[in-house]
């Protein structure tokens, strides 16, 4: 699992007691690392990338209600090329993952709500783990077809497509990977630039804003480190 903190002191003056500096060597200079970026159920980010069975995806979030599709793509409600990770939009007490023609459907989704979990996906194995590595819930299907390419892009804090477009999600994300044959594809680490909320992906030294025409990103309390400590600044 990564990025696990080691330790995490919420202090309102946190960075005056421990003389913390920022970790120069995680961000670069401009940017101020986030604990989170939390959603409005409005704002996105269009990832760009087009998925495929090769992907691993694995997703550090807090929904903060049973609301909203935290990543994916699918063109139609039947879709054999689509991959989605969230709520479903209709009344069903579930979490869903959606992968290709197969649909993981984890019931009692208030159990998801308040939570920071990790949402692991890939084509051998659909799961949601505790930030303890506990298994919470997992299903491990053999998607048909055995390969695909999304013929749509990927979002996050959403879904790109035609069914699922409107169902933003609200909560948190704490960190967000793709790795594609041992390639690592995205690496976002939560933060601010100038003032706006979003990611710096460190696979490609790309700042990630919102994709959206509306909406905002608001980023949680600032990290500074010292000795290898994270401390939270409130």
Known sequence: MKRLMMAV????????AFGATQDEGRLPAGYEEAEYVQGDGTAYINLGLKLTEKDVIECVAMATEPLGIIFGERNAATSSDGVLCGFPPESENNFNFFYTS???AFPGKAQFVGQKLVYHCEAARRAIYGMDGTLIAAN?????????TAPIDCYLFGANGTTWTTDKFAGRIYSFSVVREDALLFDFVPCKRKGEAGFYDTASGTFFGNSA?????????VLKRDSGLIISVR
């Not at 002191?9 to 005056?16: D, L, P, Q």
């Not at 025409?213 to 980023?219: D, I, K, L, R, W």
């Open 140 to 148: 491990t299907d053999t998607p048909s077809p055995a390969t695909f």
């Open 9 to 16: 002191v919420a202090v309102c003056a946190a960075s005056a």
């Open 102 to 104: 197969r649909k993981s």
């Open 213 to 221: 025409e509306s909406g905002a990103f608001v980023a949680g309390p």
